[in-house]
């Protein structure tokens, strides 16, 4: 092929069907610097002419939560990889992003041109980011991932740059409505061998995020679903974890996640009750919405900081970062754009001190936390892993799951992610649509009827 065909097969392949071969994006380089014909596959290594041959999603519920798998099959039998999808609040919305949009613009591409293909794939809809379109994203970069490690034979965290830890660390998820309680919880995972452990605090009467206590004198008048009082709230907080310290001493490493519950300067005088208790973290202190805050907390206290499972768009998380206001990034990785995007951003964390904290609740699939933990192995500045105990259910699913042993994660050393799902078992836990957005989510009031945020 001559510089001049070349260079209209490029223009053509570009406009008309966005494809850029794994042996052309060397070959532009080439014939930018005017040079002669480049035989294919001069850059080496795998099958040129493997490509994606379907893009779908996999449904399921084996643990009661609905999670939602991307299988992205290719040209070479047996050879695909999983990846999570899962917004488990609008799981369908994310079904339909997959198999009608995503699935028709990647059959044919090349899988070894991640970063391409991520690219594509966000500017593919002009309007991008927000949690539909990043999940479904993030659901093909994660099995692009695991297409990658699989075809040459290495697990994912090799790709990334290798193990700087032999596992991860995670936080397990105890509380109580008095220090007692709490202190009972806690000991249970310590016992276990956990290190770390996250503490919520039940208040009577209302919902909290965590921990549920029992029922409170109604009022006449008063709102009598699910209630929450941010005042109420922020008095029994710093009175457990007083009589957890006093109980544990200073080894137990703790953390709360305030679920972006409070008014903001209700997070700021927290922050600073909890100083003297010395948290690991302190989670969500304020709403994606309201990051403008951090500045105050941070000119106010000391407790350290993590932030960001809301977070879909660098928009909401650069400045942060970039100005020391955080000491944690947790994002949940199928929202902000998969391991591609979660690489990039340990990295600008890297920087800035800023440890890493990924998301791991039960609405991200096994898959999901699978990529969370190779992440975790090939970052250097990783700071903890939220765990979630799979059942057996689950672990029959999607075999080779990761496992928690002594308070910390173990990757399986297979190539790409590790995990699989068997198609039949999940099919016999078809996820529920009723009611279709569950948890109760967008019912939490005041007692005077405000809503309050989840
Ligand atoms: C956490 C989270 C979750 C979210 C849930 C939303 O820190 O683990 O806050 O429990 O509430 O993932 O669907
Ligand atoms: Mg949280």
């Given at each position: 092929m001559d510089r001049?065909?070349?260079l209209r097969r490029m223009t053509a392949g570009a406009a008309l069907a966005g494809v850029l071969t794994r042996s052309e994006i060397p070959l532009r380089a080439a014939a930018a610097a005017a040079s002669d014909d480049a035989p294919a596959g001069a850059e080496g290594g795998g099958d040129e002419s493997l490509r994606i041959t379907r893009v779908r999603t996999i449904l399921t519920q084996p643990q009661g939560i609905r999670l939602a798998i991307v299988k992205v099959e290719t040209s070479e039998p047996g050879l695909y990889g999983l990846g999570c999808a899962t917004f488990t609040q609008r799981i369908r919305a994310v079904e339909t992003a997959v198999d009608r949009y995503l699935d028709p613009?990647?059959?044919g591409k090349d899988p070894a041109n991640i970063e391409d293909l991520w690219q594509a794939m966000f500017q593919s809809s002009y309007w991008r980011n927000g949690p539909v379109l990043m999940n479904a994203l993030s659901g093909v970069d994660m099995a692009l991932?695991?297409?990658l490690?699989?075809?040459f034979g290495m697990p994912v965290y090799s790709l990334l740059g290798g193990k700087c830890r032999i596992a991860c660390p995670v936080y397990g998820h105890a509380g109580g409505s008095t220090a007692e309680e709490a202190v009972r919880s806690i000991q249970r995972y310590l016992a276990e061998g956990y290190r770390y452990v996250r503490c919520q605090v039940g208040v009577r009467g209302q919902s909290v995020?965590?921990?549920?206590?029992?029922?409170?004198k109604l009022r006449e008048g008063h709102f009598s679903g699910r209630v929450f009082q941010p005042s109420a709230y922020l008095r029994a907080v710093p009175r457990v974890f007083a009589g957890v310290r006093e109980a544990l001493g200073d080894d137990v490493e703790l953390l709360h996640d305030i679920h972006e519950r409070l008014h903001p300067?209700?997070?700021i005088q927290l922050a600073k009750e909890l100083e003297p208790h010395r948290l690991f973290f302190l989670e969500d202190p304020f709403a994606p919405e309201d990051v403008g805050y951090f500045q105050h907390l941070r000119a106010q206290s000391s407790t350290p900081i993590a932030m960001g499972e809301l977070f879909n768009n660098p928009c909401e998380y650069v400045d942060i970062i970039a100005g020391r206001l955080i000491d944690f990034i947790r994002c949940h990785l199928s929202q902000i754009g998969g391991i591609s995007m979660a690489k990039k951003l340990a990295h600008l964390c890297d920087f800035f001190r800023v440890r890493?904290?990924?998301?791991?609740p039960g609405d991200v699939s096994p898959v999901g936390h699978a990529a969370n933990l190779h992440v975790d192995l090939a970052t250097w500045n990783f700071g903890v892993q939220e765990s979630y105990r799979f059942s057996d259910a689950t672990r029959e699913v999607f075999p080779g799951a990761p496992e928690i042993r002594d308070g910390m994660l173990w990757v399986n050393e297979a190539p790409g992610l590790g995990?699989?799902?068997d198609e039949t078992l999940a099919a016999r836990y078809p996820i529920t649509d009723d009611p279709p957005f569950d948890m109760h989510w967008g019912e939490l009031r005041d007692i005077d009827g405000t809503i309050r945020r989840p």
């Open positions: 001049r065909s070349f613009f990647l059959r991932w695991d297409i490690g699989k075809r995020y965590g921990p549920q206590s029992g029922a409170a300067i209700q997070a890493t904290a990924w998301h791991g995990v699989d799902i």
